[in-house]
């Protein structure tokens, strides 16, 4: 007799409730091809359902102290470590993130996360305008009221923890809308935020397709900001749905990250850095994924060769073995896009220095149970051509392109010849050299001698069509704040 699979269920109210229209979805583990789960599929009237909580708890939440909010945070971040290791491997199942990043990096820096916010729920200062004479003039800023948040699915926990949190410290009540490809864990963790002591209501997550729960999210009337993660596409869409209530929006979205060798770079370093911006940093699936190798001509061929021995050396295989380096790729539909660009690759003239195999092929070691897995193995291509598709378009996987260059000034141009401005790097050993690439990079983050570094307390966030806000640190509190002047006259 086939077991049940776990039901997750959306969490409105305080309260776990499946979809209004008895409706669900498959949530598939990657590792093996096989359903494992099922989610609400929701709808409009769910979202209403849940905005409505959101507003019932706002009065409540917005009249706590900044102290009493801070605690409250506090508390889950507390929550959050106590069930730290089933929520990651439950992130882990199923959207095929190695274990050993989930336990290891996203559970541990989530709480720290909201740690932090909570730091910050007191420092919404503004300030006072000195116009002389009687008036008095000041500035300072309130929460939104309801505000929607939408998730990826490369790490729904991690981005969960951070944009939740912030909006809370600042005052707002929240309704979430998880990727529906890996919203498992963000539902699994509900439970812990009323056991923080948040009141009901004051975080809502509703689980359901971007085209029926996604939309109702931006298009609701009483939702009076959004913030979306996810790919530049989709934010194209988000936008054009926030013009007809001409609701604000926030927006962090894709990217194509330069990273740039100069000939007088560690080179074992970089070859370190690129393998684990490009591969074992959730198999390529990050918006700054190191996706195109600026190499110095004089050092191209050297560099891609240790390039390959540290590709060769990583272990691909199931997420939870504690020994694997690189885990599949997330759903069946980034897969089939993937492989798409390992066969366009080729076609545009690019040449395949190491990597290109896929499915059971692509694992270290062959796994009977992992047959049917949405594998890719660590792919290099080598291009002239900077505006090859593979060059400018976001992949979202375990593929790099590694272009050459001959001067400093090529590599700039080449760095920012794309309608990405996310982040960026270079790697060189000449200090006058590294302050000439901060300032070239077109770029939200510029990283050197290193790459896909992130921090809470540091400030993030991309250019162009990366997006169009600041990411953690004390700025990113200003996402979730909107300003009031208050201009005062004798009576």
Same mark, same amino acid.
């Given at each position: 007799m086939t077991a049940a699979l776990p039901a997750y269920s959306n969490h409105i109210g305080g309260a776990s409730r499946p979809a209004i229209g008895g409706g669900w979805l498959d949530s598939t583990d990657p590792a093996t091809g096989r359903v494992w789960a099922r989610v609400p599929d929701s709808g409009p009237e769910d979202v209403a359902e849940a905005v409505a909580a959101a507003r019932r708890a706002f009065p409540e939440w917005r009249a706590h102290s900044p102290a009493r909010r801070a605690a409250a945070l506090h508390r889950w971040a507390q929550a959050v470590g106590e069930h730290a290791e089933d929520l990651a491997r439950t992130e882990s199942r199923d959207n095929g993130r190695v274990l050993r990043e989930t336990r290891g990096a996203d559970l541990p820096g989530g709480a720290?996360?909201?740690?932090?916010?909570?730091?910050?729920?007191?420092?919404?200062?503004?300030?006072?305008?000195?116009?002389?004479?009687?008036?008095?003039?000041?500035?300072?800023?309130?929460?939104?009221?309801?505000?929607?948040?939408?998730?990826?699915?490369?790490?729904?926990? *991690?981005?969960?923890?951070?944009?939740?949190?912030?909006?809370?410290?600042?005052?707002?009540?929240?309704?979430?809308?998880?990727?529906?490809?890996?919203? !498992?864990?963000?539902?699994?963790? !509900?439970? &812990? &935020?009323?056991?923080?002591?948040?009141?009901?209501?004051?975080?809502?997550?509703?689980?359901?397709?971007?085209?029926?729960?996604?939309?109702?999210?931006?298009?609701?009337?009483?939702?009076?900001?959004?913030?979306?993660?996810?790919?530049?596409?989709?934010?194209?869409?988000?936008?054009?749905?926030?013009?007809?209530?001409?609701?604000?929006?926030?927006?962090?979205?894709?990217?194509?990250?330069? !990273?740039?060798?100069?000939?007088? *770079?560690?080179?074992?370093a970089a070859a370190d850095g690129a393998a684990g911006a490009i591969y074992t940093g959730g198999a390529g699936q990050s918006c700054v994924a190191a996706s195109r190798l600026l190499v110095q001509d004089s050092v191209f061929e050297e560099f891609t060769a240790r390039l390959r021995d540290r590709a060769r050396a990583l272990r691909v295989g199931a997420p939870a073995s504690p020994g694997t380096d690189m885990g599949p790729i997330a759903f069946a539909e980034q897969y089939r896009k993937v492989l798409s660009y390992l066969e366009l690759g080729p076609k545009e003239g690019a040449e395949t220095v190491f990597g290109g195999r896929h499915g059971p092929d692509a694992l270290s070691e062959p796994d009977p149970d992992l047959s049917e897995g949405y594998w890719v193995e660590p792919t290099l291509f080598a291009a002239e051509d900077n505006g090859l598709r593979i060059c400018q378009e976001e992949i979202f996987g375990p593929v790099a392109v590694a272009l050459p260059f001959s001067t400093e000034e090529e590599a700039y141009a080449v760095a920012n010849d794309t309608g990405y401005g996310l982040a960026g790097g270079a790697w060189t050993r000449d200090l006058a050299r590294a302050r000439r690439a901060v300032a070239a990079i077109d770029a939200g983050t510029v990283w050197i001698n290193t790459f896909r570094r992130l921090h809470w307390a540091v400030p993030f966030g991309g250019r162009k069509q990366s997006g169009n806000l600041p990411s953690n640190g004390r700025d990113a509190l200003r996402e979730w704040l909107t300003l009031k002047t208050a201009w005062i006259e004798p009576g």
């Open positions: 720290l996360h909201i740690e932090y916010n909570a730091s910050l729920a007191d420092k919404t200062a503004g300030e006072t305008v000195d116009l002389g004479g009687t008036a008095s003039v000041s500035t300072f800023y309130e929460p939104y009221g309801v505000v929607g948040v939408i998730l990826p699915w490369n790490a729904p926990l *991690a981005m969960f923890f951070a944009k939740v949190s912030g909006a809370l410290a600042a005052g707002n009540t929240v309704v979430v809308k998880p990727a529906e490809q890996a919203c !498992c864990s963000v539902l699994a963790g !509900c439970a &812990l &935020l009323e056991e923080a002591g948040l009141p009901p209501g004051a975080v809502n997550v509703v689980a359901g397709t971007g085209e029926r729960a996604g939309e109702a999210l931006v298009l609701h009337p009483d939702v009076a900001k959004v913030h979306f993660t996810g790919s530049t596409a989709t934010g194209r869409r988000v936008t054009e749905l926030s013009a007809e209530g001409l609701t604000d929006l926030s927006l962090e979205l894709g990217g194509k990250s330069p !990273c740039i060798v100069f000939d007088d *770079a560690d080179l074992d």
